[in-house]
């Protein structure tokens, strides 16, 4: 950074850091590698939504329909959340619930 002229600052640090993670990812990860990475990410966010809402006391069973609904469309992957990540994930009101006794259906949407 300093022989480009940049102090060394956490702000600098932190901009030169984006830089080489976007450098490596555009020149060693193909398009469907890049696209599973976003969805991952994508993931995670609405897993987080969605365990806020589950575990929110007032959530109307619509509202935990519509943030599992927006999680199960989200394309799956090739790429997954650690185990380590996974835990702490859901909610005891989930806890022992199959996909046979949901009343909701959860399946992936199809496009015609």
Do not use: W
């Amino acid at each position: 950074m300093k022989s480009g002229g940049l102090p060394d600052t956490e702000a600098n640090r932190q901009e030169y850091l984006e830089t080489l993670i976007d450098y490596y990812a555009a020149n060693y990860l193909t398009p469907p590698e890049v696209e599973n990475y976003i969805n991952l990410a994508r993931k995670k966010d609405y897993a987080q939504t969605l365990s806020m809402v589950v575990n929110r006391d007032q959530a109307t069973s619509m509202e935990i329909y519509r943030a599992l609904r927006e999680f199960c469309d989200i394309p799956k992957g090739e790429v997954f959340i650690s185990p380590s990540e996974q835990k702490g994930f859901g909610s005891p009101c989930f806890h022992g619930l199959s996909p046979a006794n949901f009343p909701l259906s959860v399946s992936p949407r199809t496009t015609s």
